[in-house]
């Protein structure tokens, strides 16, 4: 599991930041691709990475301002021409299925895979099966912004197969049954017991990204003792007043959530393309003085997941 930033700037292109996207990697998983947001390029953001549109399975939008979804029409129909033909699940607020679907018909885009919209709702799963679950909350932006939970589920533990080769118990059926934790009877007499032999459970990962919002309390909820919260970080901590006004958060503010939610680490995004070079090292470097695990994100930065009884998050460019 990994995230890679295909846009990490605030509002319009920029020369050294596209507007917002995050591919969510769950290669390893379930040999798919998940989008959060599609700024205006993000097909080209793509293009400079080895993410193959039809491996992406779901897109979820936070909000349906421009520079979060104006990058749809054009990698549906790339997605299309390149050969994807599995379904495309779409969520989204209300809103995002008209503009979706009047973007193919007004150019006359036909896809060659069906589309699905769903409308997101809180205090229920939006999406949910044996491996993970999806949550949304609203935010706080003017305009209906979401944040998306997702949850993996814990992982049953590891068969010990060098405990039973020890003890000379062949390879085979048997392994099936001890690893459901069975006991099991032996050619030679011996009964063995599965629960002996299966390792304790991994729990499973959480990440936390969220629309552009405000300080909201629904941020920490959503937040909640996860690996990776991805937070907005368009004002300095001097501003406050301007985030306020203009429903935004600094990076104060962003810390601030992830330190209250007991998060593991704080990734930094939608950054104003005011703040170049050094002044954006400042962000990351302010809102260390609240939460130290927080690093500012660029394009095509790269986070892997790691569970959590192995290392740290691993960041790489």
């Given at each position: 599991m990994e995230l890679q930033f295909l846009g990490t700037g605030a509002g319009?292109?920029?020369?050294?930041?596209?507007?917002?996207?995050?591919?969510?990697?769950?290669?390893?998983?379930?040999?798919?691709?998940?989008?959060?947001?599609?700024?205006?390029?993000?097909?080209?953001?793509?293009?400079?990475?080895?993410?193959?549109?039809?491996?992406?399975?779901?897109?979820?939008?936070?909000?349906?301002?421009?520079?979060?979804?104006?990058?749809?029409?054009?990698?549906?129909?790339?997605?299309?021409f390149q050969g994807g033909d599995t379904p495309l699940e779409i969520y989204g607020p209300k809103g995002i299925e008209t503009f979706v679907k009047t973007s193919l018909a007004v150019s006359q885009t036909r896809l060659g895979y069906p589309l699905k919209f769903i409308e997101l709702v809180e205090d229920q799963p939006i999406f949910?099966?044996?491996?993970?679950?999806?949550?949304?909350?609203?935010?706080?932006?003017?305009?209906?912004?979401?944040?998306?939970?997702?949850?993996?589920?814990?992982?049953?533990?590891?068969?010990?197969?060098?405990?039973l080769q020890e003890l000379n118990i062949p390879a085979g059926p048997i392994y099936g049954k001890l690893k459901k934790g069975e006991s099991v009877q032996?050619?030679?007499?011996?009964?063995?017991?599965?629960?002996?032999?299966?390792?304790?459970?991994?729990?499973?990962?959480?990440?936390?990204?969220?629309?552009?919002?405000?300080?909201?309390?629904?941020?920490?909820?959503?937040?909640?003792?996860?690996?990776?919260?991805?937070?907005?970080?368009?004002?300095?901590?001097?501003e406050a007043k301007l985030a306020k006004n203009y429903f935004h958060s600094t990076t104060y503010q962003a810390a601030e959530v992830a330190k209250e939610a007991a998060a593991k680490s704080l990734l930094l995004t939608h950054i104003s393309a005011r703040y170049l070079g050094k002044a954006a090292q400042e962000l990351e470097e302010e809102a260390r003085e609240v939460f130290a695990n927080t690093r500012i994100m660029k394009d095509f930065d790269t986070v892997d997941i790691p569970f959590r009884e192995e290392e740290k998050n691993e960041f790489r460019k």
């Open positions: 319009v292109p920029a020369k050294h930041r596209n507007v917002t996207s995050i591919a969510l990697k769950l290669l390893d998983e379930r040999n798919e691709v998940w989008l959060f947001d599609c700024g205006e390029g993000t097909q080209m953001q793509i293009l400079r990475t080895n993410i193959r549109p039809r491996k992406i399975e779901k897109i979820f939008i936070t909000h349906l301002h421009g520079d979060h979804i104006f990058g749809l029409p054009g990698l549906l129909s790339s997605r299309s949910q099966d044996q491996h993970f679950s999806v949550y949304t909350k609203k935010l706080d932006h003017g305009i209906a912004s979401y944040g998306f939970r997702v949850v993996e589920h814990d992982h049953k533990g590891e068969l010990q197969v060098e405990k032996l050619p030679d007499g011996r009964v063995v017991d599965g629960k002996q032999f299966v390792g304790p459970d991994k729990k499973g990962r959480i990440v936390t990204i969220l629309g552009d919002t405000r300080k909201t309390a629904n941020s920490v909820v959503l937040a909640q003792d996860c690996d990776v919260l991805v937070h907005e970080s368009t004002f300095n901590k001097n």
